[in-house]
């Protein structure tokens, strides 16, 4: 499964050609706290990239929760909405916020690799 970050600290895993996984990264639920409220996108909905799709609360301050790559939600994660704290526990796992449908795959081209964000997280 190959996973792709956003500078804003989001990212997203293609689990097949069709699907992919969106979430936020160790050093975003880092920088905002304990998570106490998600607010996801309903399934349907069709972002572009970098729009705003969800809100991520935490005792420290709010986020919004924007799309790696244009497309469409087709799942979003219920566990989270009644323990959001999985956004802390398990970023990259449990904690996922919700999947998309891609609408444009060369988007994925825009995204930086382990490497590239590792890099980035060196330079905040």
């Not at 996973?3 to 804003?8: A, G, K, M, N, S």
Request: with cysteine.
């Amino acid at each position: 499964m190959k996973v792709l970050y956003t500078p804003d600290h989001e990212w997203i895993a293609h689990a097949n050609a069709n699907v992919c996984t969106v979430g936020i990264t160790h050093h975003a639920q880092d920088a905002l706290g304990d998570v106490v409220f998600v607010d996801l996108p309903e399934v349907g909905a069709q972002f572009a990239q970098g729009q705003a799709a969800g809100v991520v609360e935490s005792v420290k301050a709010a986020a919004d929760v924007k799309m790696p790559m244009s497309g469409e939600v087709v799942e979003v994660n219920e566990a989270l909405r009644s323990d959001p704290s999985l956004a802390n526990s398990d970023p990259m796992g449990a904690g996922w916020f919700f999947k998309i449908r891609p609408s444009d795959d060369s988007q994925a081209a825009s995204l930086m690799d382990t490497t590239g964000y590792e890099a980035l997280l060196k330079t905040l």
